[in-house]
């Protein structure tokens, strides 16, 4: 009886952490430097793409939705006059695939 009712729990846990993370996906890379930040990439499965740009002390610098037509669709962000430090940027929307992804400080 023991043996039953933690497999089930075992098998609940499981579906409860493999769905969510199934049903979204995100592409996250970081970049040092100051100026002015460009972004560039290629996205299909999804209907929009969410570029979410924070500096080092986790505060939020830039955040946009590209939308897509068709399932795929093209990012091109420019973020102006950012201080040196360190940036993440992270590229998500559900179900999306992220190519040719380029970043850098210009």
Same mark, same amino acid.
């Not at 972004?39 to 290629?42: F, G, K, R, T, V």
């Not at 299909?44 to 209907?47: A, E, K, M, P, V």
């Not at 940027?89 to 929307?93: A, D, E, F, L, V």
């Given at each position: 009886?023991k043996s039953?009712? /933690? &497999?089930m729990?075992? /098998?609940?846990?499981?579906?409860?952490?493999?769905?969510?993370?199934?049903a979204?996906a995100a592409?996250?890379v970081q970049a040092?430097?100051?100026?002015?930040?460009v972004?560039?990439?290629?996205f299909?499965?999804?209907?929009y &793409?969410?570029? !979410?740009?924070?500096n080092q002390y986790g505060?939020?610098? !830039?955040?946009?939705i590209?939308t897509? &037509? @068709?399932?795929s669709g093209?990012i091109? &962000?420019?973020?102006?006059n950012?201080?040196y430090g360190?940036?993440k940027?992270?590229?998500? @929307?559900q179900?999306i695939?992220?190519?040719?992804?380029?970043y850098g400080f210009q």
């Open positions: 009886m039953r009712v /933690l &497999a729990l075992f /098998l609940c846990f499981a579906l409860f952490i493999v769905v969510p993370l199934s979204s592409t996250s040092t430097g100051q100026g002015q930040l972004i560039s990439a290629n299909s499965g999804s209907t &793409a969410e570029v !979410y740009v924070s505060q939020e610098v !830039y955040d946009k590209f897509s &037509a @068709g399932g093209t091109n &962000a420019s973020i102006p950012l201080p360190t940036y940027i992270i590229i998500g @929307g179900a695939t992220v190519s040719n992804l380029h």
